[in-house]
């Protein structure tokens, strides 16, 4: 079986997000994966109603309870990343649970030549990501490069709970009207998405609601009234989003 043609685009953002707090929701109903399922969808919409086509088309990566989302291009503005971020992260708000994102920018590249021959022969009907094991299957992996390692690298270094971080030396690069705040020591920034609007108008293309500002607030507040947070994630949401719980 002929393998596919490797690429590779450098400084292309990336954005990572997934489900904040999936492992500790998902035991207790479908709510984690409901909103698993609203944010794929959300994705979705947004690359096939709003740029469904070069050189503003996206490319979107499942990984477990989230997403790895990355434009064809390298782009010195990045205010469609943060745009498109901040949309998902209120999208998600609405269905009772948060989500957590990053901004980076990387290469990522095809590396399904560097795997297994025979597990390469073993996939069927040109689609690489599954190889067949007899009757059972492999799931593959099909692309690795520094857009996703910057990207969670990001998230390790940010500090808890729902937030929207990215380098600090981005933020020359995107509009003023994103509200943003320095995370100390880290030279990074954390956006308040739940009060910062929205620069393009992706939400009407990709028919996409989301909450007003008061309600997102409420929203925070009613969630950390019903679980056992760490202080650091209350903090977090009063500290960089804006949201007071006196």
């Not at 380098?167 to 030279?187: A, C």
């Not at 920034?189 to 293309?205: C, G, M, N, Q, Y």
């Not at 607030?217 to 209350?234: A, G, I, Q, S």
Request: glycine residues 8%.
């Amino acid at each position: 079986m002929s393998q596919p043609l490797e690429m590779s685009m450098d400084d292309r953002w990336a954005i990572y997000i997934d489900i904040e707090g999936f492992s500790a929701l998902y035991p207790d109903g479908n709510n984690a994966l409901w909103a698993l399922n609203r944010l794929m969808q959300a994705i979705h919409k947004i690359g096939k109603n709003v740029f469904p086509e070069p050189p503003d088309r996206l490319f979107a990566h499942q990984l477990g309870d989230g997403f790895l989302i990355v434009s064809e291009f390298h782009e010195d503005d990045l205010d469609r990343a943060v745009s498109i971020a901040t949309l998902l992260m209120k999208f998600t708000s609405s269905f009772g649970v948060f989500a957590r994102g990053t901004i980076a920018e990387g290469g990522l590249s095809g590396i399904t030549g560097c795997y297994s021959e025979e597990v390469m022969d073993d996939c069927q009907d040109g689609n690489w990501s599954t190889s067949s094991m007899g009757a059972g299957l492999m799931t593959i992996f099909p692309v690795m490069g520094t857009a996703l390692i910057n990207a969670v690298g990001i998230d390790k270094r940010s500090p808890k709970g729902p937030l929207l971080t990215m380098p600090s030396k981005y933020k020359s690069r995107i509009s003023e009207s994103f509200l943003t705040k320095d995370v100390p020591g880290n030279e990074i920034i954390s956006l308040d998405w739940v009060h910062t609007e929205l620069e393009f108008d992706i939400a009407a293309k990709a028919l996409l609601e989301y909450p007003s500002p008061d309600n997102l607030e409420d929203f925070v507040r009613n969630y950390v009234n019903k679980h056992e947070l760490p202080t650091e994630w209350k903090d977090s949401c009063s500290l960089y989003l804006g949201v007071n719980y006196a």
